[in-house]
């Protein structure tokens, strides 16, 4: 079977989960944390993350009414590790005001559709389309296909043709990922285990070779 058709979806993800392990994907201690760790985590390596993130828990900042009333210059300086601080401060300061504002971690947005909650995360300085389904997925249990460049190198390598960013990725290719069915847990582990197996392939030498050592018959 060509894995380039919809049902194949299912079987790739069957197969990751069979040779690598997602537990625990997205590490964070609360669902506030996940989300500011969602946005420190742009354009750098989640060790630097990390680090951010226990200076942000050592100032008790790892709360949204805290994180809203704090001025983002003074972020900045807490959060330096993970880069681009002066951006990602403003846009961590924002969210924490639209949690508190819309009271959204105690179901304040419920009522809001899948596609109006990721229009009011966009609006969000520096929450971009990625951001906006990460937190969607892992904070509010809406169901989302992370197009990241694993997915798209993953995809690419066993046979779709793949738009080159992620909203091209995420228009042209969303249909056949919906029709497998997936739960949200289940994207939340497929998106765990494709960053894993994106951490294996570069260490084999690209996705390409990983494909073909995972699927031989494709």
């Not at 996940?34 to 390596?45: C, D, K, R, W």
């Not at 100032?59 to 704090?70: E, G, N, S, T």
């Not at 300086?77 to 951006?87: C, K, L, N, Q």
């Not at 969607?136 to 798209?152: K, N």
Request: charged share 20%.
């Amino acid at each position: 079977m060509s894995l380039a058709v919809p049902s194949a979806q299912r079987l790739i993800f069957e197969t990751l989960r069979g040779r690598f392990d997602a537990e625990g994907w997205w590490p964070a201690a609360s669902t506030f944390e996940m989300m500011v760790g969602a946005i420190l985590v742009q354009n750098t390596a989640w060790r630097n993350v990390e680090t951010s993130i226990r200076a942000l828990r050592e100032r008790a900042l790892l709360d949204p009414v805290a994180l809203a009333a704090i001025p983002a210059e003074e972020l900045a300086e807490v959060i330096r590790p993970s880069g681009f601080m002066t951006a990602k401060s403003r846009s961590a300061v924002a969210l924490a005001r639209w949690v508190v504002e819309t009271d959204s971690l105690n179901g304040g947005v419920s009522s809001r559709t899948d596609a109006e909650l990721r229009e009011e995360l966009l609006a969000l300085p520096g929450i971009g389309p990625e951001t906006a389904d990460v937190i969607g997925l892992y904070a509010f249990d809406r169901p989302a296909f992370i197009w990241d460049t694993y997915a798209r190198r993953m995809l690419t390598a066993v046979g779709y043709s793949v738009p080159g960013s992620y909203p091209a990725a995420r228009r042209a290719l969303t249909a056949t990922v919906e029709a497998a069915g997936f739960s949200v847990s289940e994207y939340r582990e497929f998106h765990g285990l494709i960053v894993e197996a994106g951490k294996h392939a570069r260490s084999l030498g690209g996705w390409d070779v990983l494909a073909a050592e995972l699927f031989p018959a494709r």
